[in-house]
């Protein structure tokens, strides 16, 4: 029967119908989504469906996670403990230091009648998957609109930026990465508090610091800094290291690489930066920072 | 004889492919990642083409897309085109020894990559690289893989009783 359905003509039809639609609704998505950014984005249901796959791939690390924790020698844990604690010390003492100093901060610049820097808000959330193809960095989060991730909301992990949200669905979000090719974070030398753009590349898991002249003073080991400018990104969080400098005298600009300091494809745990203005994420919080 | 198989089993198969394509794996062997959908897409097309046509193709290729954060409508166009071939020579495809059978399947994966390099090129999403060529070669030797383990399938849950070819 299905063996002659090319031999009948009003199938072939048919067929030929179909085939021409979906064309052409592939052919309006793609140059759609090419234009208008938000046209996917905007819908969260569409990436609300996608998540029970992400928790079915996801689960073989859950469940290794759970092995390893229900079946670690005693010793370990006992070990492990120990070193939190001493952590735990450490940073309370650290902490100490900073509370003096931001109370500090805050007496100079009412002095200078500059405005004062609301703390923001954040919150925890861990990785459910990373996309497959190599040169798309996008991260897949647990964290979603119920718990009040918004679109170009920052994500830090404990060393640094690694990304913003790209798209958000009720129990999941998106992570576009900081090195992914069509990624850019406006930066700033600590050193000397000169000004730059960030950019990813396809390459490597690399930043790529863009238009510096050659007579910019930068060395091997700057640290690079959000500048907050775009508002985007919040200002002086960490963001990379200066691994390499090449000059070429013919052209009068320098390349240059950095790495970030976030290991993104190893860090479980992200942190979500809620900005202090939004009242509706900042009343159901888990931490203050 | 071909099997009889109720389409919901047909859409619970598909479930085991898209868990595979975005499962983590060690980022060397990202890109030699096997095209799990498209090869359980042609095999359903192959052994069920009244069940799983067109449509079906193209909205498991624009789930991918939502899912793996390609662009909207990469895999989506993809699978249409490399759909378009399988259902065009099913005649052939489905009569033709193993070996033949296998060389259509890889002219469809060709298809596949080609248009999803393409798309993804043109809205910037990816750049072309040679690792690109990996997946045909990785794809076509899990073929028969594929094959062997969804003919036993067919064979276990078919209504009719039937032979493999």
Known sequence: MINSIFQKKEYSQIFWSKFILLLLLSLVIIFINSHHDNFIRTKPWLLTLTVPFQWLADSPKQIKFFVEKHFTARTNLLNENRQLKDDYLLLQYRLQQITQLSTENEKLKTLLHASKELPGVVKIGSVT?????????????NRGLKDGVFIGQPVLDASGIIGQIINTSYFSARVLLLTDSNSRIPVEVSRTGYQTIAAGNYIDNLLILLNIPDTTDIKVGDLLVSSGLGGRFPANYPVAKVTMIDRLPAHGFLNIQAEPLAKTAYSRLLLLLFPAMNKKASSDHETGS | ?????????????????????????????????PLWSLLFVIFWMIMAPEKVGLFTAWSIGLFMDILTGSAPGQQALALLLSSLLIACMHNRIYRVKFPEQCLFVMYAIIIFQLTYLWVGII???????????????????????????????????????????
């Open chain 2, 1 to 33: 004889m071909r099997p009889e198989i109720s389409s919901w089993l047909i859409w619970l198969s598909f479930i085991p492919a898209i868990v595979l394509s975005i499962i983590p794996i060690p980022a060397l062997l990202e890109y030699a990642r």
């Open chain 1, 129 to 141: 998957g990373i996309s497959p193809d190599p040169q798309i960095k996008e991260i897949t989060i």
């Open chain 2, 123 to 165: 809205t910037e999403k990816i750049h072309f690289n040679f690792f690109y060529f990996i997946p045909i070669g990785t794809s076509i030797i899990i073929w028969p893989v594929v094959f062997f383990i969804l003919d036993k399938f067919c064979c276990i849950y078919s209504t009719k009783s039937f032979t493999s070819q």
